[in-house]
Structures are given as structure tokens and as C-alpha cells.
T-cell receptor, first 111, second 113 residues
Framework: AQSVTQLDSQVPVFEEAPVELRCNYSSSVSVYLFWYVQYPNQGLQLLLK??????LVKGINGFEAEFNKSQTSFHLRKPSVHISDTAEYFC?????????FGTGTSLTVIP | DTGVSQDPRHKITKRGQNVTFRCDPISEHNRLYWYRQTLGQGPEFLTY????????KSRLLSDRFSAERPKGSFSTLEIQRTEQGDSAMYLC???????????FGPGTRLTVL
């Protein structure tokens, strides 16, 4: 079965500290991976995507993610978080004609 | 680019009633997706259109759910004989090229009493 697993449902982190949000996906012949962010009372917004090419992908707001095929992972990282990064983060996989989303990680940045 | 819009934003209905939601995608986008999102969960795929053709439907989509995209532009999602378990946020997204970025609308929050 196709799946995306986000192991951490909640991640508290102090302001200006680094953060990593973990994502693992079920392997497919072709896979395209995405990270979306959902701020409180707002719609989903794309942070970054991996379609092909370089395994290190840079996105908006200083976020980056690394595609690791052997570990079937696509972890999201930011070297220094801000209060404004507090939000729900979703990892997603596109295969066939469907997107599969993880259950989300709630990132809380503590002042 | 005015983004993806959805109407209504909120809908409260009684169990057994029918409801219909509308999604207007970004004008040049030929692909349109419907999702359902419940509290604490990620969006769950419901169905997918390419132009006016409905190409994929989730096995989770019961016979009470139907979606249309009559002219390849806006889409409607109808739920017949609503149940309390249908209470959720219904999201619409559109994209131009597979598997390019999906742009999400703000969602329609359905509450079934």
C-alpha cells in the first residue's frame, strides 16, 4: 500500500535552534515528493518539491529537504527557526495519479 | 492568478440532507483534485479530474459522493444523505502539469449535526 509516514506528530523547538521534521515514504518505481505547510486558519502552501535531479532541495523560508532513495526518506530541515514557522507541516508523495499525505507534524517554536 | 476558490467556506447541515460544494481552480489548470481532511490528519485523496474527465476515484469514496467538472473548469462535489462521519474539511486543488505543484483552495468545512 502507498503510504507516507511522519514519525513525529509534535515537535517543539526553541527559536533560532535547528529543526528536522522526518518523513518516510513507501517505495515506488517513480516518486515525487513534496512538503506543504499549513498555517493556522490558512490553506496548504507548498514549501518545496523533489521531482528529479539534485537530491538536496531548497524551498521557501529557508527550508530544505534531502531525498534519500536508499532510506526512502525525505526529511525537512531548517538551520534556525523563527516564531513565524509555527505551523502544521505535511509530507506528500505523488505516484500514479494520486497524492498521498502524511498525518502531519505540528511544529511549535518557543520564544 | 486569483488562486483556487471554494464555496461555501462553511456548511452546517442536518444528518440526511444533501450538500454541494463548488471549486473554481486557477483558470489555466486542467487538473483538479478533491481531498477530505479531518482533525489531526493529512488530506485524504477523493477524486481527480483531467479537464472534464474523472480519471481517479478513491475506494473510500462511497456511492453517496459524486463529483463533476462539466466543462473542464469549475467542479462540484455533492454528498447525498449526509452522515455525521462526513464532517470534515473538503479541499480542492488544481495543477497544470503532472506531477507539478498543486495549489490548494481554502477549503469548505462541513459540519453534520
Amino acid at each position: 500500500a502507498q503510504s507516507v509516514t511522519q514519525l513525529d506528530s509534535q515537535v517543539p523547538v526553541f527559536e533560532e535552534a535547528p529543526v528536522e521534521l522526518r518523513c518516510n515514504y513507501s517505495s515506488s518505481v517513480s516518486v515525487y515528493l513534496f512538503w506543504y505547510v499549513q498555517y493556522p486558519n490558512q490553506g496548504l502552501q507548498l514549501l518545496l518539491k523533489y521531482l528529479s535531479g539534485s537530491t538536496l532541495v531548497k524551498g521557501i523560508n529557508g527550508f530544505e529537504a534531502e531525498f534519500n532513495k536508499s532510506q526512502t526518506s525525505f526529511h525537512l530541515r531548517k538551520p534556525s527557526v523563527h516564531i513565524s514557522d509555527t505551523a502544521e507541516y505535511f509530507c506528500a508523495k505523488f505516484t500514479g495519479n494520486q497524492f498521498y499525505f502524511g498525518t502531519g507534524t505540528s511544529l511549535t517554536v518557543i520564544p | 492568478d486569483t488562486g483556487v476558490s471554494q464555496d461555501p467556506r462553511h456548511k452546517i447541515t442536518k444528518r440526511g440532507q444533501n450538500v454541494t460544494f463548488r471549486c473554481d481552480p486557477i483558470s489555466e489548470h486542467n487538473r483538479l483534485y478533491w481531498y477530505r481532511q479531518t482533525l489531526g490528519q493529512g488530506p485524504e485523496f477523493l477524486t481527480y479530474f483531467q479537464n472534464e474527465a474523472q480519471l481517479e476515484k478513491s475506494r473510500l469514496l462511497s456511492d453517496r459522493f459524486s463529483a463533476e467538472r462539466p466543462k473542464g473548469s469549475f467542479s462540484t462535489l455533492e454528498i447525498q444523505r449526509t452522515e455525521q462521519g462526513d464532517s470534515a474539511m473538503y479541499l480542492c486543488a488544481s495543477s497544470l502539469v503532472r506531477p507539478d505543484t498543486q495549489y490548494f483552495g481554502p477549503g469548505t468545512r462541513l459540519t453534520v449535526l
